[in-house]
């Protein structure tokens, strides 16, 4: 059965039509969970009020819909080949002479456009609205006042360093090295508490070490006095390694396009990019692993009748299959992401097995 044909716009068109239905229903679930969790968390701050829990809940929104994607698909598909099953559409089909694959392809041909469609259009607005959440929890939670940022342009680090005393610190470029983090043109300006500066230092290299940075060739400027120039400096911090890679930016909030630019940049500066490098392979093999699920869901709902345990064996098996697929799917990245497997196996595994699974269950129920 071609794509194009009456009888695959047919059912392609019926499983568009139950995947918006299934996915606007999910989503107004999640959206009302995520609602009352945020209204929850606000209710103590008088700062933040109903519209703030409203701008969380709707960054949140995209983040938690992810997750569950790959079962909207899933249930989607379930339900139209339970329907086609009820109405013995799918028995006049196999009469005519239509096989399983047949039947399937423009099925599979349009969830592949499906997940395409999500990583290359809605995953830039997805990511841009995690990106905002993340602010937004971190206006919320965060009561030290630091904050940090690594990009191109270099590292920004603002810290609160003593009682009505702000350090901002920008470096060129940073390098992460065995003996610790290299940075260069290193530049620290101290404000008081109404933003006026205190004095400033320039640095031409400095090292993070326990509890301080380890400046080279510092010049020292101060309203009204002399240039201070000195070999080496001290400049204490609070902060360390870990808490610096932690700054950046998730991966989730990386769109699909600007994944593979960040991954080299942070490649290039020596730090780890097994989470990103993951993040951005799992987004481009996620349309195949739509398809297998779709193919997943044809093992339990693509019947001619449902003489074999009918709905319930539908529901329960669907459950079963759907959760065991998700769990496998996590740890596989988990491990993927820790090192524990390399990425393009902890990638495609999961889309293989419960593709190779499908097909093998399909095959043999073709051949009934």
Same mark, same amino acid.
Request: proline content about 4%; hydrophobic content about 50%; charged content about 20%.
């Given at each position: 059965?071609?794509?194009?044909?009456?009888?695959?716009?047919?059912?392609?068109?019926?499983? /568009?039509? =139950?995947?918006? %239905?299934?996915?606007?229903?999910?989503? #107004?679930?999640?959206?009302?969970? @995520?609602?009352? *969790? $945020?209204?929850?968390?606000?209710?103590?701050?008088?700062?933040?009020?109903?519209?703030?829990?409203?701008?969380?809940?709707?960054?949140?929104?995209?983040?938690?819909?992810?997750?569950?994607?790959?079962?909207?698909?899933?249930?989607?598909?379930?339900?139209?080949?339970?329907?086609?099953?009820?109405?013995?559409?799918?028995?006049?089909?196999?009469?005519?002479?239509?096989?399983?694959?047949?039947?399937?392809?423009?099925?599979?041909?349009?969830?592949?456009?499906?997940? /395409?469609? =999500?990583?290359? %259009?809605?995953?830039?607005?997805?990511? #841009?609205?995690?990106?905002?959440? @993340?602010?937004? *929890? $971190?206006?919320?939670?965060?009561?030290?006042?630091?904050?940090?940022?690594?990009?191109?342009?270099?590292?920004?680090?603002?810290?609160?360093?003593?009682?009505?005393?702000?350090?901002?610190?920008?470096?060129?470029?940073?390098?992460?090295?065995?003996?610790?983090?290299?940075?260069?043109?290193?530049?620290?300006?101290?404000?008081?508490?109404?933003?006026?500066?205190?004095?400033?230092?320039?640095?031409?290299?400095?090292?993070?070490?326990?509890?301080?940075?380890?400046?080279?060739?510092?010049?020292?400027?101060?309203?009204?006095?002399?240039?201070?120039?000195?070999?080496?400096?001290?400049?204490?911090?609070?902060?360390?390694?870990?808490?610096?890679?932690?700054?950046?930016?998730?991966?989730?909030?990386?769109?699909?396009?600007?994944?593979?630019?960040?991954?080299?940049?942070?490649?290039?500066?020596?730090?780890?990019?097994?989470?990103?490098?993951?993040?951005?392979?799992?987004?481009?093999?996620?349309?195949?692993?739509?398809?297998?699920?779709?193919?997943?869901?044809?093992?339990?709902?693509?019947?001619?009748?449902?003489?074999?345990?009918?709905?319930?064996?539908?529901?329960?098996?669907?459950?079963?299959?759907?959760?065991?697929?998700?769990?496998?799917?996590?740890?596989?990245?988990?491990?993927?992401?820790?090192?524990?497997?390399?990425?393009?196996?902890?990638?495609?595994?999961?889309?293989?097995?419960?593709?190779?699974?499908?097909?093998?269950?399909?095959?043999?129920?073709?051949?009934?």
């Amino acid at each position: 059965m071609k794509p194009t044909s009456i009888l695959g716009r047919y059912v392609s068109r019926q499983l /568009i039509v =139950n995947f918006l %239905a299934v996915l606007f229903m999910i989503l #107004g679930v999640i959206f009302l969970f @995520e609602m009352v *969790e $945020r209204i929850r968390r606000v209710s103590g701050s008088p700062e933040f009020g109903l519209l703030f829990a409203l701008q969380m809940a709707i960054a949140r929104l995209p983040k938690t819909a992810e997750q569950v994607f790959p079962f909207v698909m899933m249930i989607a598909a379930m339900v139209t080949f339970w329907r086609l099953g009820k109405t013995s559409e799918y028995v006049v089909m196999r009469a005519a002479g239509v096989s399983v694959w047949n039947f399937l392809m423009p099925v599979c041909i349009v969830t592949l456009l499906v997940g /395409i469609i =999500n990583i290359t %259009a809605i995953n830039p607005i997805a990511a #841009g609205l995690y990106d905002m959440y @993340e602010t937004l *929890e $971190r206006r919320l939670d965060t009561k030290d006042p630091k904050a940090m940022v690594y990009s191109e342009q270099g590292l920004w680090i603002r810290e609160a360093i003593d009682e009505g005393k702000i350090m901002v610190l920008q470096a060129k470029k940073i390098q992460h090295e065995k003996d610790g983090l290299l940075l260069r043109g290193v530049g620290i300006i101290e404000l008081d508490n109404k933003a006026q500066p205190l004095r400033y230092i320039d640095a031409f290299a400095g090292v993070l070490g326990e509890g301080f940075f380890s400046l080279k060739d510092v010049k020292i400027y101060r309203s009204g006095n002399p240039i201070e120039k000195l070999g080496e400096m001290n400049y204490k911090t609070v902060l360390d390694l870990d808490k610096i890679e932690d700054s950046f930016a998730e991966p989730e909030a990386i769109s699909f396009w600007s994944l593979p630019k960040v991954i080299s940049f942070y490649d290039k500066s020596g730090f780890a990019v097994q989470r990103h490098q993951m993040r951005f392979w799992s987004l481009f093999i996620s349309p195949m692993f739509l398809v297998m699920m779709v193919l997943l869901a044809a093992v339990f709902a693509l019947r001619p009748s449902h003489r074999r345990g009918g709905v319930l064996f539908l529901i329960v098996g669907g459950i079963v299959a759907g959760f065991s697929t998700y769990f496998m799917s996590q740890l596989v990245y988990a491990m993927g992401v820790s090192g524990s497997l390399p990425v393009a196996l902890a990638v495609v595994a999961p889309t293989i097995i419960t593709g190779s699974i499908a097909i093998s269950v399909l095959m043999q129920l073709e051949g009934e």
